[in-house]
């Protein structure tokens, strides 16, 4: 997860984060020192850099035949 990156750099630099960075460091999971950091990641994605590309649909879809 995005929120995940700038603890890594700390702790790749040897620098503690700031205690109100949520994120947690990859490097355990980049050395083989744990397979997991987490239970679930959230992802988002957005559209709004290119509209176009953002399909909306109102009401329910009907079935192609």
């Known amino acids: ?3 995940d990156l ?3 750099i700390c ?3 040897g620098v503690a984060p700031p205690s109100r960075i949520e994120g947690r460091s990859l490097r355990p999971l980049a ?3 744990t397979d997991a950091i987490r239970e ?3 992802a988002e994605v ?3 850099a290119a509209p176009e590309r ?3 649909r109102v ?6 035949s």
């Open 1 to 3: 997860s995005y929120v």
């Open 6 to 8: 700038f603890p890594t």
């Open 11 to 13: 702790d790749v630099a």
């Open 31 to 33: 050395t083989g020192a």
């Open 40 to 42: 679930e990641v959230i």
């Open 46 to 48: 957005s559209y709004h």
């Open 54 to 56: 953002c399909k909306s």
């Open 59 to 64: 009401g329910p879809i009907a079935p192609r």
